[in-house]
């Protein structure tokens, strides 16, 4: 589900940069991606995690998607031309991959599987999407933030199926990633770092 035009000012901000630089550098420290790797992002937004994973991490090639037209197109003009080299933005339906089965080294999601309907079908295709041993991050919210007395009237999120801590991880665990590190508030969300089986 796209975000409304409070959402859009609430992570379009330097503020929220400074928390995604922070939340990788976690990230790096629990499991650093290698050069050579292939990298998705999923519900990339304006790409300003891309550019933090790109920084910091240095993989050969990032696939930074998202459903929304408006945030790939800006995307495409907040990532400098160099940048471009090595980032490459599409739109994509976090639910329908378009990517072959194991075509990734690690798959970033920062935010975008609550803003999902079907979130399990896109814990799915991440799952298929990424190879046996490569490596999922995470930043997760739950609905006890984005969906209690005030912020549910004030952001766009779906409303059926919400998943809570409990949920989360069992979907994880089925859908074959295990916890090398996480860091999680039960009242606002969980930042993970996953293997595939
Ligand atoms: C809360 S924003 C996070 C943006 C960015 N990752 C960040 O952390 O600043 C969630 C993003 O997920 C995108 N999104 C929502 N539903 C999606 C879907 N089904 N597939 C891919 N992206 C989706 C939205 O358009 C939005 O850009």
């Known amino acids: 589900m796209k975000l409304n035009w409070i959402e859009r000012l609430v992570v379009n901000n330097p503020l929220r940069v400074m928390e995604q630089k922070l939340q990788i550098r976690w990230m790096k420290k629990v499991c650093p991606v290698s050069p050579e790797a292939r990298v998705l992002e999923i519900g990339c937004g304006r790409g300003a ?50 990517y072959g089965d194991g075509s990734f080294d690690a798959i970033f999601d920062f935010g975008a599987l609550h803003h999902v309907p079907d979130w399990r079908k896109a814990l799915m295709e991440v799952a298929r999407v990424l190879k046996k041993g490569g490596t999922l991050y995470l930043e997760e919210l739950y609905p006890t933030l984005y969906q209690n007395f005030i ?3 004030l952001l766009l999120h779906p409303t059926q199926d919400r998943f809570h801590s409990e949920d989360f991880r069992k979907a994880l665990t089925s859908s074959g990633f295990s916890f090398q590190g996480s860091l999680e508030w039960k009242a606002v969300g969980i930042l993970g770092v996953l293997t595939k089986a």
């Open 49 to 98: 995690g891309s550019r933090l994973i790109l920084q910091e991490m240095q993989p050969s090639t990032i696939h930074a998607t998202d459903l929304d037209f408006k945030m790939i197109r800006l995307a495409r003009s907040y990532l400098t031309h160099n940048e471009k080299d090595g980032i490459f933005t599409y739109v994509a339906d976090a639910a329908v991959l378009p």
């Open 151 to 153: 912020t549910k009237h």
